[in-house]
């Protein structure tokens, strides 16, 4: 899987970012897709080969250790620090926290679109779920 490189100091929220703040369940980075866990009120990394954690809620704009402070991008744009393809549909990996390409997915995952590219450095977070696993 290929999942886009981050650079965690050039993860920027635009103008229209609706946000939301929160703690760290665990280590988390700047650009990492996460996930509020019902259970401990928490922020976690998404993982789409994951038990209980495939599920996006948003990207964290700042990396955080537990039980640090934590902010989320849950929609609008966002500069992700990372060389994108303009027009390119970005989904939930199968690594914790990360981004890949659709082409990437494989049987098994869930199909859960976190944006499209709006340039090669900006990503038009709009996170979308329907419930289906590829088979």
């Not at 928490?42 to 700042?62: E, P, Q, Y």
């Not at 990372?82 to 869930?110: E, F, H, K, N, Q």
């Amino acid at each position: 899987m290929v999942d886009i490189v981050v650079a965690p100091g050039s993860v920027v929220p635009g103008t229209n970012s609706t946000r939301d703040t929160g703690t760290a369940g665990e280590t988390i980075t700047a650009g990492q897709s996460i996930y509020l866990d019902a259970a401990t009120n928490k922020w976690m990394k998404s993982d789409n080969n994951g038990t209980g954690t495939r599920t996006v809620h948003g990207i964290s704009l700042n990396g955080a250790s537990l039980n640090q402070p934590v902010s989320i991008h849950k929609s609008g744009d966002i500069t992700i620090g990372a060389t994108l393809v303009a027009g390119t549909d970005y989904w939930l990996s199968g690594t914790a926290g990360g981004i890949c390409p659709r082409a990437d997915l494989v049987a098994g995952m869930d199909t859960i679109q976190i944006g499209i590219a709006k340039s090669t450095t900006v990503l038009a977070v709009d996170i979308q779920d329907p419930g289906v696993t590829l088979a």
